[in-house]
């Protein structure tokens, strides 16, 4: 077993802050999707409040079951993101896992900032909150299925930048400093790097963590992006790792996670994954928040880097992607989550797990689950099916 790390300690009291900061009443409170605008609202003094978070802690406690059904009352499908619909039904219940934090309810917001680069689906989502708490709504529309960002495309994306915090200039009464902008996007800049470099320890064998550590101790570089308190955490985390002894880790394999977490299943199958003598070294998901905000230009930054992550990508560019990965982390084979609710966030739909094979020589496992809703998940199904598959390896 991998030894914990000192600082999945230090989170809880770094997100117990953060939370009470949201709900101290002291500055406006912006909503923002997670892979969202932050580094603007935090330049113009926001606390910046994201449901993507909360949805993923509904997820982690199981409380999709309780939750999901009130939003289907309401008329949201089941069959739609269930981050979007669990969080809806916990609304709707009065009900939030926020308490852990001491927050009874979420944080009432001032203004609803979203990007559709993670997920069309959020826009959708938000303009709930938009009826409920009758606030503006604004945001990025990003293309999706890129190749390449062309000079034309980076222009648009701009000029939608621009737009958006013209808007925002006026719901909060503030003129954004470019200087301000710079300084945000700087500490962004350097959480994301040392993030990044936190990852990248994983192509050490055996790896001295796996992703059922990364998708917990990746919340400060998704909540706290552009703030010291993220460089902190991730300076002092990179340096436990880096001074990690390998211990008593057996690792007999190394697998890749693309797709979506399981939020409700981790402790399972972190310890399912450890009795196989399995590290699952690396993840789309969780190198996805290693942004690089480098360049003069803070809004061309922005517009690129928040429209070059994987999500938004041609199938070509996801393929040579995942091979650049596998080669790097010395990756054995590739797991492919096809979660029930998240097809934007599933690639294993169109024919891509198997043109990785054929480029690779890499196995793949493709399985059912959902991020929130674990009607979709079957603990026996995946051990039978994993066994077998580690049997052929």
């Known amino acids: 077993m991998r030894p914990r790390f000192r600082a999945q300690k230090a989170l809880k009291s770094l997100l117990e802050r953060y939370y009470q900061n949201l709900s101290a009443g002291n500055r406006p409170v912006a909503w923002c999707s997670s892979a969202g605008p932050v580094e603007v609202l935090r330049a113009l003094d926001f606390e910046v409040y994201f449901p993507e978070n909360h949805a993923a802690l ?57 990007n559709t680069n993670q997920c069309r689906e959020i826009k959708e989502w938000f303009a709930f909150y938009h009826e409920v708490f009758a606030v503006p709504l604004v945001g990025i529309h990003t293309p999706r299925n890129l190749d390449e960002l062309s000079p034309s495309l980076i222009g648009y ?12 200039e006026v719901i909060s009464a503030r003129q954004l400093a ?31 963590h796996t992703f059922f550590d990364d998708i917990i101790l990746m919340a400060p570089v998704v909540v706290l992006r552009g703030t010291e308190e993220a460089c902190n955490f991730y300076e002092e985390l990179l340096q436990e790792v880096n001074g990690a002894k390998p211990g008593q880790i057996r690792e007999r394999l190394r697998f890749y996670w693309e797709g979506m977490p399981i939020w409700g299943k981790i402790r399972y199958l972190a310890e399912l994954f450890d009795e196989f003598g399995i590290s699952v070294v690396a993840s789309t998901y969780c190198h996805s928040w290693a942004y690089s905000f480098q360049g003069e230009d803070p809004l061309e930054s ?41 097809p934007y966030n599933t690639n294993s739909r169109f024919g891509l797990p198997e043109k990785l094979r054929r480029h690779t020589g890499k196995p793949y496992l493709t399985f059912n689950g959902d991020l929130v809703d674990l009607r979709h998940f079957s603990e026996e199904e995946f051990r039978i099916r994993l066994e077998a598959f580690v049997e052929t390896l």
């Open 58 to 114: 509904i997820g982690a406690k199981r409380l999709g079951s309780q939750f999901i059904p009130a939003a289907n009352q309401e008329g949201y499908s089941p069959d739609i993101c269930s981050y979007t619909t669990g969080d809806i039904g916990a609304y709707l219940l009065g009900k939030t896992p926020l308490e852990v934090y001491g927050l009874d309810t979420v944080p009432k917001p001032d203004v609803l900032v979203f």
């Open 157 to 168: 994306l701009k000029a939608s930048w621009e737009e958006l915090i013209r808007s925002l």
């Open 178 to 208: 470019e200087s301000r902008l710079k300084e945000v996007l700087s500490l962004s800049d350097r959480a994301c790097s040392l993030w990044q470099a936190y990852l990248e320890t994983g192509e050490r064998k055996p790896a001295p």
């Open 302 to 342: 922005l517009a690129v880097n928040y429209a070059s992550i994987f999500i938004t990508r041609s199938q070509a560019f996801k393929l040579k992607y995942l091979m650049e990965k596998i080669e790097r982390f010395s990756v054995d084979a590739v797991l492919f989550h096809d979660a029930k609710t998240c």
